[in-house]
């Protein structure tokens, strides 16, 4: 996992900081938002980027029992390091995975006949009685049993038994936008099927999901981009304590005048004298390259010692990028110095809006180079 990977602080090209106490906060403002119901952590693609190990084992101390990870792989290596949770894999199975999911003690979450098979005759092969999760399609239409399977194995009492489910889950396709009608059908159709399985608990809003509210809720919530500060209902104000912080170093500083121009492309045209800083942070680290192409009402500024605006001009290279540190005192920064690139002035969100992008790429898409900093991790 990349979350592991930390290349000295001396010799790293940026520094991604990580406030796990802000993650904690964040876990928190969900699970009350959402009081009748359990509040999951989903850690799925290493915490969106932030580190799944370190992410869940603060969650952990602060009360979070339940975490959701895409793979079986992510599962196991979660489970090297709590070994008391319930781990969901939203993905499943894949055939033949069954027995690794088991002895780790990982709950997929089946969404097709083929997985709710394997898992039944492995339940009777092996007589492990391994629980699992049922998925269900409202109508997102990417994974889920539909309607008749669903009937199919609530009307069979030896098919429930061998495959145990312990969850019956689906997932919302338009919680972002509250108003959207699929929402509401969404809701309704969730509730249908639950009628089929009584005793079992429900679970179907992520972050954006949770603040539906209401019915959306049921028994337990999965927000992920939340607890890393992506604001869950953009355009509204973002609710979400921002945790993640990316401060790029800088490689070269120099004095420049019209009519020079900057970068690939000769894109941006100094307009009047001023100084401009290179920084090691580039497309291939997940400082997206369209960034960079922006409107100029989107375009990104670095903080400088948490004061200054230092403009992003021309585009992004492989592994370098241009910001105008002109408003910024002379003395105040040196080769080697950092600008924030994601920070007070730039946003996730704000670095998604120009990219045209979501916040979920950009902390996914945050590379391996980076020196890594966890706060706040054992002060819980
Ligand atoms: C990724 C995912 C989540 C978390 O979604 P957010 O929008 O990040 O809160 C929840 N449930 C499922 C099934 C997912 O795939």
Redesign the pocket.
């Known amino acids: 996992m990349s979350g592991s990977v930390s290349v000295p602080r001396s010799r790293a090209g940026a520094i991604l900081t990580i406030d796990l106490d802000a993650i904690v906060q964040n876990w928190r403002d969900m699970q009350s938002r959402a009081p009748g119901a359990e509040a999951s952590a989903?850690v799925?693609a290493d915490a969106y980027g932030l580190g799944a190990i370190p992410v869940s084992q603060a969650l952990h101390r602060a009360g979070c029992k339940t975490f959701?990870v895409?793979h079986i792989e992510e599962g196991i290596t979660l489970r090297a390091a709590l070994p008391d949770v319930r781990i969901f894999v939203?993905n499943g199975t894949f055939p033949g995975t069954e027995a690794d999911l088991a002895a780790h003690a990982l709950i997929p979450s089946l969404s097709s006949w083929p997985q709710v098979e394997g898992w039944v005759a492995f339940n009777r092969t092996s007589g492990a009685q391994a629980p699992c999760a049922l998925q269900v399609d409202t109508g997102m239409t990417r994974l889920g049993l539909n309607q008749h399977q669903a009937e199919t194995i609530a009307n069979d009492a030896e098919l429930m038994q061998a495959l145990n489910p312990c969850l019956i889950m689906s997932?919302f396709a338009c919680a972002d936008e509250p108003s959207h009608p699929l929402n509401q059908l969404q809701i309704s159709s969730f509730a249908k099927f639950r009628q089929l399985f009584p005793t079992l608990p429900g679970s179907l809003a992520?972050?954006?999901g949770t603040f539906l509210g209401g019915e959306a809720l049921n028994d337990m919530t999965?927000?992920?981009?939340?607890l890393y500060g992506g604001n869950?209902l953009p355009p509204a104000t973002n609710p979400m304590r921002q945790v993640a912080k990316l401060s790029a170093r800088i490689v070269q500083i120099q004095s420049v005048d019209t009519p020079q121009t900057v970068g690939y492309g000769a894109s941006y045209a100094v307009p009047k004298p001023g100084r401009l800083a290179t920084v090691s942070l580039g497309y291939a680290d997940g400082f997206l390259r369209a960034i960079g192409n922006c409107l100029p009402e989107h375009r990104i500024c670095a903080t400088v010692a948490d004061r200054y605006r230092a403009p992003l001009v021309g585009r992004i290279s492989m592994d370098l990028s241009t910001f105008d540190i002109s408003d910024v005192p002379e003395d105040t920064l040196q080769v080697g110095d950092t600008l924030d690139v994601i920070g007070k002035f730039a946003t996730i969100d704000d670095l998604a809006t120009a990219g045209q992008t979501i916040p979920?790429e950009v902390l996914t898409a945050l590379g391996p180079r980076f020196h890594r900093i966890y706060l706040n991790g054992s002060a819980l």
């Open positions: 989903v799925k959701c895409a939203l997932h992520q972050s954006a999965r927000p992920g981009i939340a869950p979920y």
